[in-house]
């Protein structure tokens, strides 16, 4: 399974990005997709995550300003970023797990595959 992200980039603080993450595989075997930054000097830390049956959670960091979803025909996962924030700088990665993880999904070691990551950059 590959998984290719797209949508980074540089945008001032207040802006919008939308980060997408297309799958090789039918997205419908895979039981929760996530969304994962990694800022210079941090360690990468959970954003979104949403689950088959719909269900998502978010970091408190970017709750109501980031926006997780999945479109199954199009086998591709969606990151609606909004009110960007230069803090929200990093590279974003998304994750797929085919296990259940509903109860650890902020463990990255939860999740089986990996795509190459997006940069984006929040100008203040």
């Known amino acids: 399974v590959q998984l290719v992200e797209s949508g980074g980039g540089l945008v001032q603080a207040g802006g919008s990005l939308r980060l997408s993450c297309e799958t090789s595989g039918s997205i419908f075997s895979i039981n929760a997709m996530g969304w994962y930054r990694q800022a210079p000097g941090k360690q990468r830390e959970l954003v979104a995550v949403?689950?088959?049956?719909?269900?998502?959670n978010y970091a408190d960091s970017v709750k109501g300003r980031f926006t997780i979803s999945r479109d199954n025909a199009k086998n591709t996962v969606y990151l609606q970023m909004n009110s960007l924030k230069p803090e929200d700088t990093g590279v974003y990665y998304c994750a797929a797990a085919y296990s259940d993880i509903s109860s650890d999904f902020r463990n990255e070691r939860r999740y089986d595959y990996w795509g190459q990551g997006t940069q984006i950059t929040v100008s203040s």
């Open positions: 949403i689950a088959s049956g719909g269900s998502t």
